[in-house]
């Protein structure tokens, strides 16, 4: 059994910058894919970044690319999402998730993970 905490969300200006943080428990972080998924109200679960394993590979939605970035220490079993030049738009409560399965390109896919955060919420305002 996985657990994931997040931690880092807030209240920001738009122009503003975040980094959430989701610590994950277990000796296996290090084979895990790793996803962070946000939800804004009335809408679906939405894929933002994805890390490989080893985080030599990373992946971002086409909304996010150039704003957000994605990174992990395996050392602290930690996989953080640095978010720049935010706006309002990317108000949501953001969830990290683990494959700990072998790591597929499905990446991008809300199935593909199998333990989740609780969220953590993220508001920005204009």
């Known amino acids: 059994q996985v657990q994931l905490v997040e931690s880092g969300g807030g209240l920001v200006q738009a122009g503003g910058s975040l980094r959430l943080s989701c610590a994950a428990s277990?000796?296996?972080?290090?084979?895990?894919?790793m996803g962070w998924f946000r939800q804004a109200p009335g809408k679906e679960r939405e894929f933002v970044a994805a890390?490989?394993?080893?985080?030599?590979?990373?992946y971002y939605a086409d909304s996010v690319k150039g704003r957000f970035t994605i990174s992990r220490d395996n050392a602290k079993n930690t996989v953080y999402l640095h978010m720049n030049s935010l706006k309002p738009e990317d108000t949501a409560v953001y969830y990290c998730?683990?494959?700990?399965?072998?790591?597929?390109?499905?990446?991008?896919?809300?199935?593909?993970?199998?333990?989740w955060g609780q969220g953590t919420q993220v508001t920005v305002s204009s």
């Open positions: 998730a683990a494959d700990s399965t072998a790591w597929s390109g499905s990446y991008y896919r809300t199935y593909t993970y199998n333990y």
């Open positions: 277990g000796r296996a972080f290090g084979s895990y894919g």
């Open positions: 890390i490989g394993p080893s985080g030599r590979y990373t």
